[in-house]
């Protein structure tokens, strides 16, 4: 099974413009990525999709492989499905560019469900984790995620799901971490489709999924993530990659 991880990395950001290249103790937040996705040995090839000749460059010029996507492209989802569209790949795996913490066990239990899946039944699998501060279980930036009893996903909103209705009933909200594994022909199959309602209200790209009826696993991590989506957030990325650095 040949696995290529893509880290799909645009430069203008909505919410933080050019965090890709904001410093991140000594080295960019997209080569900290690189090099994270990289240093697993997970994977067959490991490359950047980008529209920004600054982020080709910096991957380029620090011996690292990246294409340039020659489309606009809506989701990350479709900038990864024009850079492998011509590789030859059983597994894709996308990285998020803003997670630089991105660690290898997780990465190996998303590459398991597919390894276990016989009957080819699952498109993609995810990461979600559990989370317990209310500003961060309220905040929309943060994308929640409510499964099955088998763990497929059900939904995903940036709204609070579950609604807590009755108070009496302990019920634990997952964050989705943005780290997919996807089959292949799924992937290349989303990329021909058009955005689907529920998807464009959310702007969420794996709710399309969803709604054509494809099945995701989630996958449960007690790797607490930090994504790169705020210049307060990559205050919280120094200070634990200092943490890490330090041990």
């Known amino acids: 099974m040949k696995k290529i ?7 203008e950001a909505s919410r933080f413009p050019g965090k890709l290249m904001k410093d991140l103790c000594g080295k960019s937040v997209i080569l900290r990525t690189y090099e994270a996705a990289l240093n697993t040995r997970l994977f ?8 920004s ?27 990864i499905a024009e850079a492998v569209e011509n590789y030859e790949a059983d597994i894709v795996i996308n990285v998020q560019g803003d997670e630089p913490f991105t660690n290898k066990e997780d990465l190996e239990k998303l590459i398991q469900v597919f390894e276990k899946d ?22 929309p930036n943060n994308v929640k995620v409510i499964t099955d009893l088998n763990g497929n996903a059900i939904y995903f909103s940036r709204s609070v799901i579950p609604y807590p209705r009755d108070q009496s009933i302990e019920q634990l909200v997952y964050k989705h971490i943005g780290i997919y594994a ?40 007690n790797h607490l993530s930090i994504g790169i989506d705020t210049p307060e957030d990559l205050d919280k990325a120094r200070m634990k990659w200092k943490t890490v650095e330090n041990r």
């Open 5 to 11: 991880a893509v880290i799909p990395a645009r430069f």
């Open 182 to 221: 996807f089959r292949k022909e799924a992937l290349i199959e989303f990329y021909n489709q058009t955005p689907t309602p529920l998807e464009l209200s959310e702007k969420i790209e794996c709710i399309r999924y969803i709604e054509h009826g494809k099945k995701i696993k989630m996958i449960a991590t």
């Open 53 to 79: 000749d600054l982020i080709y460059n910096e991957i380029i010029n620090n011996g690292g492989e990246a294409v340039m996507s020659h489309k606009t492209h809506e989701t990350g989802s479709d900038r």
């Open 44 to 51: 067959d090839q490991v490359l950047v999709a980008t529209d």
């Open 118 to 139: 016989q009957k080819n039944e699952i498109a993609l699998a995810s990461l979600m984790h559990v989370i317990d501060d209310l500003e961060d279980i309220q905040n």
